[in-house]
């Protein structure tokens, strides 16, 4: 079955950097985009970068120049780089997948305070 495990939230400070990981299984990770997504507290789930099968990408228009997103398909990891982090990024953070229906990992806390 599908399972996306995320990690590498945290806190820090305004500014600084967090690389969050998602570990995925389950499915042929190299055949399909995937995606991540955050939430911030009282607020919708929101999408946030994506990533095709050809690795091409899309982000955000508030977090373009500043988040990365990449995967490694030896490795099954789709990866979240988050530079210059301000105090709205604050979220959970949630790789996703469509396999027939949307799959969500667990979440990471991101929390960008000072």
């Known amino acids: 079955q599908v399972q996306l495990v995320e990690s590498g939230g945290g806190l820090v400070q305004p500014g600084g950097s967090l690389r969050l990981s998602c570990a995925a299984s389950?499915?042929?990770?190299?055949?399909?985009?995937m995606t991540w997504y955050c939430q911030a507290p009282g607020k919708e789930r929101e999408w946030v970068a994506g990533i095709t099968a050809t690795d091409s990408t899309n982000y955000l228009d508030s977090v373009k120049g500043r988040f990365t997103i990449s995967r490694d398909k030896a490795k099954n990891a789709v990866y979240l780089q988050m530079n210059s982090l301000k105090p709205e990024d604050t979220a959970v953070y949630y790789c996703?997948?469509?396999?027939?229906?949307?799959?969500w990992g667990q979440g990471t806390q991101v929390t960008v305070s000072s």
């Open positions: 389950g499915f042929s990770f190299s055949s399909y985009p």
């Open positions: 996703s997948i469509v396999k027939i229906r949307r799959y």
